[in-house]
């Protein structure tokens, strides 16, 4: 099975710990954590800085691709570590620290997400490059460089309770048992919710390449 | 159709394209397991369809898992901010929060004991706490006569007992009063209603207004209040003539009260209702030229026990009226009762 980005550890992003970049195990990431968590709840304000460097961009990258707007997501990110901020006292060490992160994350997008309710239409002549050849196979007509934007833009249009997941999966890299983790569902109703996730995005990228057609 | 090529090695049938499909989106993403993965397989060898479903999910799924992840700006340029601004203001630590949670239950429960015993404390000093007896009390059956006879080794005669018969006495609806009985009494001298001093003429416990006996009060068919209790007692219920309106208080029922301030008190009687006593208050006001203005008028009645039973306020800039009207606010209708009068 897939090994998902909490069980191979995090290379982290310009850490400032020490460490030379690398796979680290879960149990050295979860110490680290720890670590920064201790620094900081004793009055250290530099470890909850290293904290925000090491998972930034994978907060953000939760937040946009559930949210969609870049804008929205950053202040959207910003909000998630102002919680985490003021919650990490409450936070219990024995459960691991990115876990609890992704799932503030999960939640502030989703709100932000339900409360803009701006639906983005694709800009079909701007995206969609490949014109399709009624000689080529419906896989072929399929298979054209798409750009990040048109990835994102369909992806807003998969249902907010099934783009959650998507995002965790590939955004996030993470394994079906972290995402029934981050979720706080069962594994088989992880598996569920990310073959329903699926399907949606499916037809909805079917549905982009025939209007765009 | 199932063919002996298309079944797989351990004999399973193939699945059908529902089943092949569901499991689409994870064979793509080399998520099934090796059995599963080569039914999957057996049936995309041999349906076109599925096969193109198959693809689909490839270019879908692989669109997605390629899409290069969104830069950002530095997100901890505002973050910053926000940070020092809850810096400034007091965090709370979870050991505070603890002290602070108990130090509150400690201040509410000292408040609440402090209540309860400041409480118990009044009431046993408390000297005007009223008692509230019952007002119907089961008469005790008197004792049996016993005849002796003889003296000493002779048996004693059953005695010539009559079958007792305790005597049924009703409970006495505290709206109908009949006769007082002791009970009644010692209820009506110690229970006190809280209102005003000094309100034993409006308990209509012995006379009315007029200074009758309750007894001898009738109303407007000519009953007294001891028939209307007993025709209560033996029909359960009593007639009201409801034809007949009470009568308007009129001048001559009219006692003036002394003055409070610069309002007049009147108080009106209303023989067929002696139980009510109404009080009409006028307040005055003077104008330069010395013309007199009701500035306004209050009818209150109270009860027997007190309570108010009806009121009406009526502000206006009119003189005093020679008459005083009812209580309705509509002009007097003349009855028998009031020709009666």
Not at chain 2, 99 to 121: D, F, Y
Not at chain 2, 137 to 150: A, C, M, Q, R, S
Request: hydrophobic share 35%; glycine share 6%.
């Amino acid at each position: 099975m897939r090994e998902g980005t909490l069980a191979r550890g995090f290379a982290g992003s310009g850490t400032s710990n020490g460490t030379v970049g690398g796979e680290r195990t879960t149990a050295q990431t979860g110490d680290i954590d720890d670590a920064l968590i201790a620094r900081f709840l004793k009055g250290e304000r530099a470890a909850f800085d290293s904290l925000f460097e090491k998972y930034q961009d994978y907060v953000y990258n939760i937040v946009n691709g559930i949210v969609g707007k870049s804008e929205e997501a950053h202040d959207v990110t910003q909000e998630v570590f102002v919680q985490v901020y003021k919650a990490l006292p409450t936070f219990r060490r024995g459960s691991r620290f990115a876990t609890w992160l992704y799932r503030i994350a999960v939640n502030r997008a989703v709100d932000a997400a339900r409360a803009s309710k701006a639906w983005r239409w694709l800009p079909l002549m701007e995206t969609l490059r490949a014109t399709p050849d009624p000689a080529d196979s419906p896989a072929r007509s399929l298979d054209r460089k798409v750009e990040q934007s048109a990835v994102q833009k369909v992806l807003q249009l998969v249902p907010l309770q099934h783009r959650d997941v998507l995002v965790l999966r590939y955004y996030q890299d993470l394994s079906i048992e972290e995402i029934a983790e981050v979720l706080g569902c069962s594994l088989a109703a992880a598996k569920v919710r990310l073959h329903r996730a699926r399907q949606h995005f499916k037809e909805k990228y079917v549905e982009d390449a025939r209007d765009s057609g | 159709m199932k063919t002996p090529e298309t079944r797989d090695r351990k004999g399973a049938a193939v699945n059908r394209c529902p089943d092949a499909r569901a499991l689409l989106p994870a064979y793509v993403e080399n998520e099934l397991s090796g059995m599963e993965r080569a039914r999957v397989q057996g049936h995309l060898d041999i349906c076109s369809a599925c096969r193109t479903e198959e693809a689909t999910y490839r270019v879908a799924l692989g669109a997605l898992s390629a899409a290069p992840k969104p830069a950002h700006g530095d997100l901890y340029y505002g973050l910053a901010a926000k940070l020092d601004a809850l810096e400034r203001r007091p965090v709370f630590r979870p050991r505070q929060l603890r002290w602070a949670g108990a130090l509150a239950c400690l201040v509410l429960a000292v408040g609440v004991g402090a209540t309860v015993v400041g409480q118990r404390l009044l009431s046993h000093h408390r000297t005007d706490t009223p008692k509230v007896v019952l007002p119907y009390k089961e008469p005790t059956p008197e004792p049996l006569p016993v005849k002796t006879v003889g003296k000493g080794n002779e048996a004693p005669q059953s005695p010539d007992v009559q079958p007792f018969v305790p005597e049924v006495v009703p409970h006495v609806n505290e709206d109908q009063p009949g006769e007082d009985t002791a009970a009644d009494n010692t209820y009506k001298q110690q229970f006190q209603p809280a209102q005003t001093p000094d309100r034993s003429h409006r308990r209509g416990g012995r006379t009315d207004g007029e200074g009758k006996a309750i007894s001898e009060v009738r109303d407007s068919q000519g009953r007294s209040l001891n028939d209307i209790l007993e025709e209560f007692r033996k029909n359960n219920r009593v007639i009201i003539d409801k034809t007949v309106s009470p009568p308007v208080p009129t001048e001559t029922n009219i006692r003036p009260a002394e003055k409070v301030d610069e309002a007049q008190t009147k108080q009106v009687d209303l023989p067929s209702m002696p139980d009510v006593r109404v009080m009409v208050q006028e307040k005055e006001k003077r104008e330069k030229d010395g013309e007199t203005i009701v500035k306004s008028r209050r009818e209150t009645g109270y009860n027997k026990h007190g309570k108010l039973a009806l009121i009406k306020l009526d502000l206006h800039a009119e003189p005093a009226p020679a008459t005083p009207t009812r209580s309705g606010g509509s002009q007097p209708r003349k009855t028998t009762a009031d020709e009666g009068n």
